[in-house]
């Protein structure tokens, strides 16, 4: 079988879907996303799921996870992606990966420090076991653990949670505010069973 690549529901194309606002943060409005989805028995290995958009001047404020308990799926990262726009957004297995993304590494840039966007989030984490209601799986954990380095100053642990996307990618130039990214899930070892998965999320813009 070959792995889904693509996004799970066409109206998160190039527009993130908005619940809501959460409040005003300093001025700036508090936006907020959930998406729902279902992990297919023919989403093996490898598979991509891209959840929504979002702009890199963002600073992202929570990032839950919510899963049934799904065997086999004891590998699942959630990063940021650029995504080819031409692309359909409605996905498919006859896409390839490196066809629907590129540049997930800024290795190379001045003043920055390789990270995997594509697990910068969270990294190659069990979730087999679910996580119920009240029980969400905090998918920002592992920014604890990157060494991100922009404008010149080295910064990981707690003090990347008030970066924004751009500056988490290691860009040195804040232009780069102007791109846009997805969410995306990755996952690495799939298993063969099926469930229903939800990301919820919360960020300030501007």
């Not at 809501?20 to 409005?29: I, L």
């Not at 380095?149 to 003090?159: N, R, S, V």
Request: with cysteine.
């Amino acid at each position: 079988m070959t792995a889904f690549i693509g996004w799970i529901d066409s109206n998160v194309g190039g527009t993130p879907i908005k619940v809501g606002k959460a409040g005003v943060v300093m001025g700036a409005n508090m936006d907020a996303f959930a998406i729902s989805w279902t992990k297919k028995t023919t989403d093996v290995d490898g598979s991509l799921y891209f959840l929504t958009t979002i702009n890199a001047d963002a600073l992202i404020h929570s990032l839950k996870l919510n899963c049934d308990s799904i065997s086999g799926l004891s590998s699942a990262s959630i990063g940021l992606f650029n995504v080819d726009p031409s692309l359909p957004f409605d996905g498919g297995p006859s896409q390839t990966l490196s066809a629907y993304y590129a540049g997930c590494s800024v290795s190379g840039l001045p003043n920055s420090t390789p990270v995997d966007a594509g697990a910068i989030f969270m990294a190659l984490t069990d979730i087999s076991g679910g996580s119920a209601e009240g029980s969400e799986r905090d998918a920002l954990a592992n920014l604890v653990v990157q060494t991100v380095t922009t404008l010149g100053a080295t910064t990981a642990g707690f003090l990347n949670y008030g970066k924004k996307i751009w500056e988490l990618l290691g860009f040195s130039d804040p232009k780069y505010a102007n791109a846009k990214y997805a969410i995306g899930m990755k996952m690495a070892t799939a298993g063969s069973a099926s469930g229903n998965l939800c990301l919820r999320g919360a960020y300030v813009e501007g």
